[in-house]
């Protein structure tokens, strides 16, 4: 069975920074693309960024030179690094991996920034 196990996130004051982790296990075949959204109060969600197995990356533009996505592969684990951050940014952060061409997410962690 596969999980996805956040840990990260939590509070910053405008400008901080944090750091997301995204940990797969159990039966990890086919490990293709993993990725982060995002979900504020009242709005749909949002991509924030993924990685493809190629080590290409796609960040939305809201987000673009603030946030990193990294991986290692050996490890599965996706990382989301989070600077300069805004009030906007507060949303619920998922991560999300494809496995064996099967979405798979993480429990959700909050992020909260205070101006």
């Known amino acids: 069975q596969v999980q996805l196990v956040e840990s990260g996130g939590g509070l910053a004051q405008a400008g901080g920074s944090l750091r997301h982790t995204c940990a797969a296990s159990?039966?990890?075949?086919?490990?293709?693309?993993m990725g982060w959204y995002r979900q504020a109060p009242g709005k749909e969600g949002d991509l924030v960024a993924t990685?493809?197995?190629?080590?290409?990356?796609n960040n939305a533009s809201s987000v673009k030179g603030r946030f990193t996505i990294s991986r290692n592969n050996a490890k599965n684990t996706v990382y989301l690094q989070m600077n300069n951050l805004k009030p906007k940014d507060t949303a619920v952060y998922s991560c999300?991996?494809?496995?064996?061409?099967?979405?798979?997410w993480g429990q959700g962690t909050q992020v909260t920034v205070s101006s």
């Open positions: 999300n991996a494809n496995i064996g061409w099967r979405p798979f």
């Open positions: 159990g039966m990890i075949v086919n490990l293709n693309a």
């Open positions: 990685n493809t197995s190629g080590d290409s990356t």
